[in-house]
């Protein structure tokens, strides 16, 4: 598969042409990587960053997390409302 028919989902994503491009040069030249492994360790590496150079970034990080894993797990109860 040719490097410049790949890209079509990040530019749908509303990513730059010249990024897009720039992006399937990298993936070319890190030995033809798949998008989603370059993308999910360039995604990891800058979360790691902000979170550490950014305190409330983390805090806000954080508590949104557990908003979302405390409620997994957790037994809901239905209450009937008498009608």
Do not use: C
């Not at 040719?2 to 030249?29: H, M, N």
């Not at 908003?67 to 957790?74: D, N, P, Q, S």
């Amino acid at each position: 598969m040719g490097k410049r028919g790949a890209g079509s989902r990040l530019i749908q994503l509303g990513l730059e042409l010249e990024l897009v491009e720039d992006f399937t040069d990298f993936r070319e030249g890190y030995f033809g990587a798949p998008e989603n492994r370059v993308l999910a360790e360039a995604i990891k590496l800058f979360m790691a960053d902000r979170l550490d150079k950014e305190t409330e970034v983390k805090r806000r990080y954080e508590a949104a997390r557990e908003k979302r894993l405390g409620a997994k797990g957790k037994i809901v109860k239905l209450v009937p409302t008498g009608k």
